[in-house]
Nanobody, 127 residues
């Protein structure tokens, strides 16, 4: 059974930093591209960042580019989202996701291309 467990969320003031972690189990982690998505109240789930299986390619949403950094550790089966210079508009539930892990699958920014999801973790940025 695949499990993705997020940690590291919480309340932070505008301009502050948070570090989200996602621990994966029940899958061959290094075979899967990974993504972070977020959903604010009343809004659709949106792409934040993605990283390929090897960690050599990363994509970021324009809204977080230059402020957020995604990385992965294929030994510890974890992905990290380092979030700096946080803004109130970053407030949302953040989700870690893994794609289906098939050979030749391209790195995607669409939530439809991710098969496994964590339970989500709240990030709140106060002004």
């Amino acid at each position: 059974q695949v499990q993705l467990v997020e940690s590291g969320g919480g309340l932070v003031q505008e301009g502050g930093s948070l570090r989200l972690s996602c621990a994966a189990s029940g899958l061959t982690f290094s075979n899967h591209h990974m993504g972070w998505f977020r959903q604010a109240p009343g809004k659709e789930r949106e792409f934040v960042a993605a990283i390929d299986w090897l960690g050599g390619v990363t994509y970021y949403a324009d809204s977080v580019k230059g402020r957020f950094t995604m990385s992965r550790d294929n030994v510890r089966n974890t992905v990290i989202l380092q979030m700096n210079s946080l803004k109130p508009e970053d407030t949302a539930v953040y989700y870690c996701a893994a794609d289906r892990g098939a050979t030749g699958v391209v790195l995607s920014t669409s939530p439809r291309d991710y098969d496994y999801w964590g339970q989500g973790i709240q990030v709140t940025v106060s002004s």
